[in-house]
């Protein structure tokens, strides 16, 4: 055969396919999720997310040493509430979960990051992600008490905070606020482009925020639309964000190539609950092999110009990249 170019020259041993990877992946660009229950001692395995832990207040601290142990110096915090009311008054309490487990971290992890998310949906007794009006989410109503939420974040010491809710012009009130307060340092990580998906059960199972009633998709996105992605990402720009965010991420991946293409602001992934339980259920199937799964789906996350991921796998892939397995 006469073939003068032959791309298999450049797949012929591991050395030559490390040199050509077009992808660079480091644990620096992970993020953890962190679940801690206020009404918790001790830890609890999650029973729909295989693997995780559910932590008390006196068990955040492991949480981290867990993290770090795995080079993953990076986290971002959901709360469990003892208490739940219609308006989910607990998000914006000083005292509230987050807001304690962010002074514990901090305060004997002073370099370890954390990330809160700012959502009301852990906190309201019906589960929806604001005020309610009637059955619909009162979105200017909602955007006072999210403010409110991330100004306690900040108070307590995180590090960023990361609104969740899908609120019209919820980056503008926050960075409003926090520069009020003399936040203008904590930079905004904004779920921009977070769709009305089916892959977040098991997240929803973990912190108890399921809708009581109705859904989400009068705020979360339309899974059929993309240029609407766009538009999300434009606002959030204009807004103030300083990240933008895709959610999920594996079913979505031409959302990610499009938001990476299209802005010039770091670019966040989310790896959700549902995709992270698939793999985990198909491997305890036998079907497929967990581990060489987990790191294509990241490596394609990545390829598709995400620059950093949210993951309940990041201890793992650290690992795995620190092992040159991927990266
Ligand atoms: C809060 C929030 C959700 C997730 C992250 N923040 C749930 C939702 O919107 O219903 C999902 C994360 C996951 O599935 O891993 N609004």
Not at 62 to 83: N, Y
Not at 132 to 158: F, I, M, P, Y
Not at 178 to 199: R, W
Request: glycine share 8%; net charge negative.
């Amino acid at each position: 055969m006469d073939l003068s170019i032959r791309p298999r020259r450049l797949r012929g041993n591991e050395s030559i396919r490390k040199l050509c990877r077009e992808t660079r992946l480091s644990p620096d660009s992970l993020i953890y999720p962190i679940f801690v229950d206020e009404t918790l001692t001790g830890t609890r395995p999650i029973p729909s997310l295989e693997g995780q832990l559910h932590y008390g207040l006196d068990s955040v601290g492991q949480a981290v040493e867990d993290c770090l142990a795995h080079g993953v110096g990076r986290c971002i915090l959901f709360g469990l509430p003892e208490h739940k009311d219609a308006t989910g008054s607990s998000a914006w309490d000083e005292h509230g979960v987050v807001q304690e487990a962010v002074r514990l971290i901090k305060r004997s992890y002073p370099d370890f990051y954390v990330i809160t998310d700012v959502c009301m949906c852990e906190y309201t007794d019906h589960g929806h992600c604001g005020a309610l009006c009637g059955h619909s989410v009162d979105n200017d109503a909602t955007l006072e008490l999210l403010a409110k939420t991330a100004l306690s974040h900040a108070r307590a010491g995180a590090d960023m905070v990361a609104p969740s809710d899908m609120m019209d012009g919820r980056v503008a009130a926050i960075r409003a606020r926090l520069d009020e307060h003399g936040f203008q340092n904590v930079p905004i990580l904004s779920y921009s482009a977070k769709y009305a998906s089916a892959f977040y059960g098991p997240f929803r199972a973990a912190a108890g925020s399921a809708p009581s009633f109705g859904d989400r998709k009068g705020y979360q996105m339309d899974p059929h639309n993309w240029k609407e992605a766009l538009k999300e990402c434009a606002l959030d720009v204009e807004e103030g964000a300083d990240l933008l965010m895709v959610k999920p991420a594996l079913p979505y991946l031409d959302v990610i190539r499009e938001c990476a293409d299209a802005f010039r602001l770091p670019l966040c992934a989310y790896q959700v609950s549902g995709e992270y339980a698939m793999i985990k259920a198909a491997a305890r199937e036998g079907l497929i092999d967990e581990h060489r799964v987990m790191c294509e789906s990241a490596v394609s996350i990545f390829r598709a110009g995400a620059n950093m991921l949210i993951t309940y796998y990041a201890k793992e892939l650290a690992d795995a990249m620190r092992k040159g397995e991927i990266g």
